[in-house]
Structures are given as C-alpha cells and as structure tokens.
C-alpha cells in the first residue's frame, strides 16, 4: 500500500474558537506520530479532521490508502456477537473472515468472539474498537487515546499490532496524554491557543 | 455497491428484530380494532369511513419507529465511521430508506388485511387500500428517515418528529384515502406523485441532516 499523510497549514475553528492554526506535517509509510497536549486542544477534532468528519477551517489534508479511526464510539452493534459485529465493517471493507480473525487474535479477543457486543467490559470495548481499525485494512490509522481503560497486557497488545501494522508500511496518527509504546515516532505536542 | 446492500442488510435486519417493526404493526391494528369500539357496530358507516381509518392508523404506526432509524447509529458512532469510508451520507440516507420501506411496507400491507376485516371493508375497498399503500408507504418511509435525521441530535426527539412528520404527510392521507371510492383513478395518480417526490427529496435532505449532526 502507498500510504501517505500529509497536513498543511491546518487550522480549526470550533464553537466560534480558534484551536490550533497553521499546523503541518507529513508521514510517510511505516511513520508515527503521537499528538499530545492538555484537554480541549484539538486532538480529537485533528483526528477527526483527517478522517473527513470535519471540514478544515483553513489549510488542507492529504490522505492516500485509506484511514480508518478508532475513537470514543465503538460503532458495533450491541446485540450481535462480537465477530459477527466485526465482520460487518469487515465486509464493507471487502474483507472476509480471515480478516476478523486476525484482528481478534491481534487484541486478544477470541474467545470473545461470539459473546455480545453490550457484554463487553470497559478495556474489552477498547480493544474491540481497535479490533476494528486492525481489521479495516486502512493505511492510515487514528487512534484517539487508543490506551484508554487498557490494562499492561492490552497495552503491550496493542504497541504489537501498532508495530506490525508499521512494518507493513502503515501509518499511525495517535492522539493520547499517556505514553504509548511508539519507538522511533515523532511527536507534536498542541499548545493550547492564546 | 457493497457498502449500499450491506447497509440494507444490516437496517433491513434491525428492523425486523426485536424492538422493530412488531410495535407499529400492534399499534397499527390496535387503531383499527378501537374505531369500531368507538363508532357502534354500524357495518354501513364502517365499511364507509374504513378505509380512512386505515390511512389514518397507517400515519400514526409510522411515526413510531422515527427514533430508532437514525439516533442509535449516530450515537454510537456508526454513521461517523460510513464517512470515515467515504460513503457519502445521500447513499446511507438511500438505503436507511430502503431498509425502512421493506422493513415497514409489507407487514403494513399484510396488516391492512386484518384490519379491513375489523372495519368491514368489501373486497373492492380493500383492493384499493392495498394498492394506495403500495404507492403511499415509500413516501412514508422517506418522510421517516427524512425527520428522524433532521431530530436526531434533539433530545426527546419523539414529539418533535411527530409535529415535523404529520403536516408533510398531509398529501398522503388526502391522496390516499381519497384513492378509495368511486373517483379514486385520479386521486391514487396524485398519492404517487407525492410519494415519489418524497422519495425523491428525502435522501438529500436526510444526507445534510446527518452531516448536521457532526458539528
């Protein structure tokens, strides 16, 4: 996949506010970059910016390969079995059941696999959720604080799959105020505006 | 394509499950047993008034489900990831619709038939009722899809759909119930009309209502 990512001279405008201007970056295949910074600065409308939820206010993004976006929202229905939940976004992203299953065993999920959706507890729900994006097949991944409510061994879960999914040429865009295990990523930290 | 069908499959399913299409269909038929509570037993005045009945109860059982066609999945973040993958809201709006018809039309078709035994319709009466809600319950469903979009990100949406959805059925009931009776030829070719401008409009209406929804 000939994954790219690039922002330039981005700014956003929300609730009649100025929350970040001017910013720039570019990511090649196999890059990362970690976006930090107090609440309230803009991570998650950056995220949701290069997913195309919503419009710049100036400036412009580039994406190539597909993004796919891991946020607060799990987007899986609560009364199906989770594999089954899965495979509904997996179809739409022309995968088959290989797909899901990779991304299950990827999180740790398998033998969760047929129990459902509302079931989940809080960090299975994350993982769930990251299950989805691992599972989507997109170059471009945006991870709003995609660590939240994961336990050491979710979290060293998920530094692998970021890992793996950077070794295949992907690109990985997180928004997170903890730490995650990103080895060589660049990081942006976003200052609240004046 | 992919993307459309599995749209369909998936809303088409949802509404067929539990919490779906049953209440309406129970609340459909529950107007139709009331009415003759109401008027006596008077086969004639039933029989006369009865097709309105239906198109009356028909209106109020597709208010019902206007709450489930589009807040859960806005909540829950399923529409947010439809535009992560670049499936443009008209095409969500295209198949919600399409689901909800199929999901709405036929079992409202199959209920009529009790109901116009409830309300002594002849055969004839019930043959035109039939096909006015074969031609009126498109409208219906995109008029659904179309408010349920618009009140999604209102709380306590259910009235304010209600208000929104009842004057621009208006043409439907008119035309629709004025498709039984003796004049009915011209009357059935005005229903259609309606509904095929309601479902020609709502998917773009519905479309900017989701995009509504994200700011």
């Known amino acids: 996949m000939s994954a790219r990512l690039a922002v330039e001279a981005l700014s956003c405008l929300r609730g009649g506010r100025i929350l970040f201007k001017g910013l720039g970056f570019t990511l090649q295949p196999g890059e990362a970059l970690l976006l930090t910074g107090p609440n309230g600065v803009g991570k998650s409308s950056l995220l949701r910016i290069i997913a195309g939820l919503l419009p710049a206010f100036s400036g412009h993004v580039e994406t190539s390969g597909g993004s796919a976006l891991a946020d607060e929202h799990m987007a899986l229905d609560p009364r199906l079995p989770l594999a089954e939940a899965l495979g509904y976004w997996a179809r739409i992203d022309g995968g088959d059941h290989d797909t899901v299953v990779d991304a299950l065993a990827a999180f740790d999920l398998t033998r969760l696999a047929e129990v459902p959706v509302r079931m989940l507890s809080t960090g299975q729900r994350r993982r769930a959720t990251l299950a ?36 295949k040429g992907g690109i990985i865009l997180a928004a997170s105020h903890q730490m995650l295990d990103l080895p060589g990523a660049a990081s942006l930290t976003l200052e609240a505006a004046a | 394509m992919t993307a ?75 529409l947010d990831q439809y535009a992560v993958r670049g499936i443009g ?20 078709m199959l209920a009529a038939l009790p109901a116009a035994a409830l309300l002594r319709l002849d055969g004839e009466t019930l043959a035109a009722v039939e096909l006015g809600l074969l031609v009126g319950t498109p409208g219906l469903a995109a008029l659904g899809v179309m408010v349920a979009s618009l009140t999604a990100g209102v709380r306590r949406s259910g009235a304010l759909g209600g208000l929104l959805m009842l004057p621009l059925a208006v043409p439907l009931i008119i035309f629709g119930a004025g498709s039984i009776g003796d004049f009915g030829g011209g009357a059935l070719r005005f229903l259609a009309a309606s509904s095929l401008l309601l479902v020609a409009i709502a998917p773009f209406a519905a479309g900017a209502g989701i995009r509504a929804l994200r700011e």
């Open chain 2, 89 to 108: 809201e008209e095409a969500v709006a295209t198949a919600k619709i399409a689901a909800h018809w199929l999901g709405f039309g036929p079992p409202l």
């Open chain 1, 132 to 167: 989805r994006v691992h599972a989507a097949r997109a170059a471009i991944w945006l991870l709003d604080e995609p660590g939240n409510g994961l336990d050491a061994a979710s979290l060293a879960l998920l530094a692998e799959a970021m890992a793996a999914h950077r070794a």
């Open chain 2, 4 to 78: 459309f069908f599995a749209i369909l499959k998936r809303d088409l399913r949802l509404s067929l499950g539990a919490g779906g299409i049953g209440l309406p269909i129970a609340f459909f038929l529950l107007v139709a047993t009331l009415y003759p509570f109401a008027i006596g037993p008077d086969g004639a005045l039933l029989a006369r008034t009865g097709g309105g009945v239906i198109w009356v109860a028909a209106l109020l059982a597709a208010l019902l489900p206007i709450d489930r066609l589009i807040a859960p999945d806005a909540e829950s973040g399923v």
